[in-house]
């Protein structure tokens, strides 16, 4: 039966990274329940216990999973019921000299929840080192339109101008909440590490004749050889499943930014103000050959609804958890965990694309901006009226029912916006007639958005991305090849991939 012939979640096979799709696969998952295992055996030995050379070197020879070690282990789920003691039988097979001592002393969730810690804090070093890209790359965008005068929209209704430059800020600046949001998630990580069935470590005091210290020193070494510097004090059979509504919360908080820039975007490109990236032989329908739909938006605002969604799922199911541990949240956690982290990366990756490739239309701003400015300036023409000795109230009766002759004409003729031209004829006005251009100037009406746009960048994303750039950026990289399942896109890595900051 191949791929075609069963359902598969087009977020793995259609939309996300390979990276990101490789790290929520089988493989990866049993993967590292062997390398926990090896861990475990290691502290075990080095603390005394009874585990000879040739176990550990059978299981360190043996991590990496073959067909045949799925079959096996698919073999004996299916007669045990229990996908943990699959997976040890199947070790044991290829490691013979470890049977008798793999899971000594554990639980399923010594494998099953410090995986997953592990999977949270690879997931997020993928994700995080990929946003700080997008904002660098917005950040360009803002500061090459910081000057660009552009209608500004209250209520859906034309408003104050703001520019191109200053919007696209709005949008850097909650992305920026949500690198805080996803960085603090991931400092916060710790390692379930070596707890027992129901977080007392019971079975390894036993395991150690009573000895306390001992005890602590393998949940110390497991916790080390995972790479973590800290591991949670005090767990049920489980880590509690608030981490992973902290982590998913991110996520979810993330997706609605997604929904927000992808929303503005859609709506500046009906006016055809801005466009997305559009391919010199993409096809926007299938009907209507003229068409440049913002696809990568539309698919932004979808997937960044079911992720601004699946925090409640995560919320829910660390609130039905009882006392100890109830296995209700198994299920739904093996499709939240991976939906959240890959459709993460999909809106990563969509997004990326989308800011190094916006293309806005200077003369198309520029009519619109003309079509409205005239109503905007009329407070700019009373109060220059005014300081040249005319009636406040008189210059206000005059605008107001010119303004409404020139509504009438755009409203009920469909012409254009002619109150400039009407106050230019108007004899009332003619202390102002020479000043209305420049009254009427755009530039004029933008107030600090230039200033404020180069100040943010200058100084609130260039502190943010610090950590993302330069040294900071090697780190970064450094943390991605620790995956082993990474490795091979090592050579890639220095050309440029999308985890790079890289030029607009």
């Known amino acids: 039966m191949s791929n075609n012939d069963i359902y598969q979640t087009p977020l793995a096979s259609r939309y996300a990274s390979e990276e990101m799709a490789q790290l929520f696969s089988n493989k990866t998952r049993f993967r590292t329940w062997r390398q926990l295992w090896v861990w475990l055996a290691k502290a075990e030995k080095q603390l005394g216990l009874p585990i000879s050379d040739e176990a550990i070197v059978q299981m360190e020879s043996h991590l990496d999973l073959t067909d045949e070690d799925f079959k096996v282990a698919a073999e004996e789920e299916k007669r045990r019921r229990h996908d943990v003691m699959a997976h040890v039988h199947a070790f044991g097979q290829v490691a013979p000299a ?55 929209y209250t209520h859906y209704q034309p408003a104050q101008l703001t520019t191109v430059g200053k919007r696209a800020c709005l949008w850097i600046q909650d992305l920026l909440w949500d690198l805080r949001n996803l960085t603090r998630a991931r400092s916060d990580l710790g390692f379930r590490g070596v707890k027992g069935t129901t977080g007392t470590q019971a079975s390894f005091l036993a395991i150690f004749n009573g000895d306390h210290n001992k005890v602590e020193e393998l949940d110390r070494l497991v916790t080390q050889f995972a790479g973590f510097e800290y591991a949670y004090p005090i767990t049920s059979q489980t880590y509690s499943r608030k981490v992973d509504a902290d982590v998913i919360y991110a996520m979810s908080s993330f997706g609605a930014t997604c929904q927000r820039i992808g929303g503005d975007i859609r709506h500046l490109a009906s006016t055809k103000e801005m466009e997305e990236p559009f391919e010199k032989d993409q096809i926007g329908s299938s009907a209507m050959a003229y068409k440049r739909n913002p696809m990568r938006s539309e698919r932004m605002c979808s997937l960044g609804r079911h992720l601004a969604n699946l925090c409640k799922d995560a919320l829910d199911t660390y609130s039905q958890q009882w006392f100890e541990r109830t296995l209700d949240d198994s299920a739904i956690r093996r499709i939240d965990i991976p939906h959240a982290f890959l459709t993460t990366d999909v809106l990563l990756r969509i997004l990326d694309n989308i800011a190094g490739g916006l293309v806005v239309y200077p003369a198309v701003i520029a ?84 200033e404020q746009t180069v100040k943010f960048v200058e100084k609130e994303v260039k502190l943010a991305l610090e950590p993302w750039i330069g040294a900071g950026m090697e780190r970064a990289i450094g943390l991605l090849r620790n995956f082993e399942f990474l490795k091979k896109h090592e050579a890639g890595w220095e050309k440029g991939p999308v985890y790079m900051i890289t030029a607009r």
């Open 98 to 152: 470890a049977a008798g001592i793999i899971h000594w002393g554990a639980t399923s969730c010594y494998c099953t929840d410090n995986a997953d810690l592990l999977f949270l804090r690879q997931g997020l070093d993928i994700i995080l080192p990929k946003l700080a890209n997008v904002i660098h790359k917005l950040s360009n965008f803002a500061l090459e339109y910081k000057d660009l005068p552009t209608l500004g």
């Open 367 to 450: 009519r619109r901006v003309r079509e409205e400015l005239p109503f905007m300036a009329t407070e700019n023409f009373i109060m220059r009226m005014v300081a040249l000795g005319a009636s406040r109230q008189d210059t206000h009766e005059a605008i107001r029912v010119l303004s409404h002759q020139a509504s009438a004409v755009v409203k009920q003729e469909g012409k254009d916006n002619d109150l400039i031209e009407r106050i230019k004829k108007d004899k009332f006005f003619e202390p102002i007639h020479n000043e209305i251009d420049s009254l009427i100037d755009p530039r004029s009406f933008i107030g600090r958005a230039p």
